[in-house]
């Protein structure tokens, strides 16, 4: 590796992993088209779709820990959420990411573009409300977040996300959780995704562990940056700049597609 490579690796590992703490989500939803695209532009090797997906899939275990150790005493985690979805996800991430061994570059682009399209649809359906709920009455169908969590779960273990991109506006629209408890919530349902995801990727040996490490060691210094600032940012702006992220990336992916 040389010095412009280890450079451009961390600086996309900063800027994903920052967003990615503010926002409440792994980090893939920019990293992933940013390692696919900016690397060529400045004259760098390009890494092939597998590749991207696993340095996505190990890289956003670490980012999350941190995230999630930020708002471990804010009162924003919902347990009982963590358990039902979590276990869910995990199990279908684990599932995705061993399976996408199996499929073709294009294939696993294709699931990128049908995951970032269902968010941006959510992402701007109304969700008036939910922040006036007191965090200790937050309900939700149990059974149904955990169906869901498995389903992303899948397809973000493919894509080497930990479905946080999905997950956020699912649950902010569907299991209607409040802005705040969804976004502490969601990292740490994320980061037990990203293990199946992980484990899955390792196993099918699509991790390049070099730029792994660049991105992990990016993802502790900037997450928990990122996680801070989000607790003195308006909650409006946070949704503004997660669906602003999910539409760019969506279009970007399904043009290539095209």
């Known amino acids: ?19 990615s703490g503010m ?25 092939s779709t597998h590749e991207v997906s696993g340095i996505s899939a190990i890289q956003v275990f670490f980012a999350t ?12 985690l919902n347990k009982t959420l963590i358990i039902y979805m979590g276990s869910s996800i995990l199990i279908g991430s684990f599932i995705g990411g061993y399976g996408s061994g199996l499929m073709s570059e294009g294939g696993i682009n294709v699931v990128y573009g049908i995951l970032a399209a269902i968010a941006v649809i959510l992402m701007f359906l109304p969700k008036k409300g939910l ?3 007191p965090l200790d009455q937050v309900t939700f ?4 977040a955990a169906g869901l969590a498995f389903v992303v779960g ?34 740490a349902i994320t980061f037990i995704s990203s293990i199946g995801a992980t484990v899955g990727k390792i196993t099918t040996g699509q991790v390049l562990y070099e730029p ?19 607790q003195k940012v308006n909650i409006r702006i946070l949704q503004v700049v997660l669906a602003l992220l999910i539409l760019g990336t969506s279009i970007k992916i399904w043009m ?3």
């Open 212 to 230: 792994a490490a660049i991105m992990i060691i990016a993802s502790l210094l900037a997450s928990p940056l990122g996680a801070k600032a989000s």
């Open 154 to 187: 899948v397809g973000a273990g493919i894509v080497g996300a930990a479905g946080a991109f999905v997950l956020v506006p699912i649950m902010l629209v569907v299991l209607k959780i409040p802005t705040r408890m969804t976004i502490a919530t969601s990292l």
């Open 65 to 76: 820990i941190a995230g999630v150790w930020t708002y471990r005493k804010g009162g924003y």
């Open 23 to 47: 926002v409440g989500i792994g980090g893939s939803i920019i990293k992933y088209p940013m390692l696919l695209y900016i690397p060529p532009l400045v004259g760098l090797t390009a890494f």
């Open 1 to 19: 590796m040389d010095l412009a490579f280890i450079v451009t690796v961390f600086l996309i590992g900063v800027t994903g992993s920052f967003i």
């Open 256 to 258: 290539d597609i095209l």
């Open 141 to 144: 169908n149990k059974w149904l």
């Open 131 to 133: 922040d006036d709920i």
